[in-house]
């Protein structure tokens, strides 16, 4: 079955850097969409960056661009999440999705809390 396990988050203080990695299993990773999204405590949650299978851009919400980026393994089924220039508003559980056939898939999150 689709498994999406997400590691890599942590207490980072501001202007710190994190990579979130999503290790995938049970689907073709390289022929579906994926993406990261987050949601902070008392907010709803909102994708934050989407990688398209087949190319094309990538897409970043407003106030991660030139901060984040999101990267494919070329070798393994793995999505990351590079993270720099971190900001106290970055602090939130992330989560990697993916639908596949239709339903949704979500992994269980990983914590980045970024605080001095």
Do not use: I
């Not at 202007?15 to 979130?20: A, E, N, P």
């Not at 073709?28 to 949601?39: E, G, I, L, S, V």
């Amino acid at each position: 079955q689709v498994q999406l396990v997400e590691s890599g988050g942590g207490l980072v203080q501001p202007g710190g850097s994190l990579r979130l990695s999503c290790e995938t299993s049970g689907f073709t990773f390289k022929n579906h969409d994926m993406a990261w999204y987050r949601q902070a405590p008392g907010k709803e949650r909102e994708m934050v960056a989407a990688s398209r299978w087949f190319g094309g851009s990538d897409y970043y919400v407003d106030s991660v661009k030139g901060r984040f980026t999101v990267l494919r393994d070329t070798n393994n089924p793995v999505l990351y999440l590079q993270m720099d220039s971190l900001k106290s508003e970055d602090t939130a559980l992330y989560y990697c999705n993916t639908v596949v056939q239709d339903t949704d898939y979500w992994g269980q999150g990983t914590q980045v809390t970024v605080s001095s």
